[in-house]
């Protein structure tokens, strides 16, 4: 299976209303939903730092995947759009790496969930093969939404599914319950841009 979970996706019911567009619960639902399956004893990796899984740096994630090196394992990638981009807008290596996601999720056991700031970022190829669309919505616990990227008060994600969609949230997270997962200010080194291929000369 192959899961999104998006900041925003626009024309989404889900989308509307006062809510912060950035810090609204993304990596907190793509970290528990690869906890769960931790939990359950299949092995995790992911190119962040979490207390249940084991950190590959993505450029590692992806030769694994392009050479078909993993098997029975869930893939958690945060900031996804971030390495798209470091390959280059319909290069080959990004096509490469985009069918070899779907191949191994497809035969491979192998689960890829990600998470990107806007349903957009991600390239049409890859949204077309996501399994699973879902937008995080952040609300104080009176049920007011949140509106603030950085907010003090204590929350609880709302995890929408948007595709397919359903109406009502698929499940509740407390916030609070699930910062000692992963550290929550870690910043995602970019990937070096790979060098353009030359033409072959005649």
Do not use: W
């Amino acid at each position: 299976m192959i899961y999104g979970f998006f900041g925003s996706i626009p024309g989404c019911p889900h989308n509307r209303g006062n809510h912060a567009l950035r810090g609204n619960g993304k990596t907190l639902s793509l970290t528990f939903i690869g906890y769960l399956d931790a939990q359950r004893g299949r092995h995790v990796i992911s190119n962040y730092k979490t207390s249940f899984s084991e950190y590959v740096p993505v450029e590692e994630i992806a030769r694994m995947v392009v050479e078909e090196n993993v098997r029975d394992t869930t893939i958690l990638i945060t900031e996804m759009q971030v390495y798209l981009n470091s390959l280059g807008v319909n290069s080959g290596d990004l096509k490469e790496f985009i069918g070899s996601v779907v191949g191994q999720s497809r035969k491979r056991n192998t689960d890829i969930h990600y998470d990107t700031q806007r349903y957009g970022d991600i390239h049409p190829r890859l949204r077309v093969q996501t399994d699973r669309a879902f937008l995080p919505r952040k609300f104080h616990r009176d049920g007011e939404p949140c509106s603030l990227d950085r907010c003090e008060e204590e929350h609880i994600i709302y995890l929408f599914q948007h595709d397919p969609y359903l109406n009502d949230e698929v499940i509740r997270l407390n916030a609070g319950a699930f910062t000692d997962l992963y550290n929550t200010d870690e910043i995602i080194a970019v990937p070096k841009k790979k060098p353009k291929r030359r033409k072959k000369e005649v």
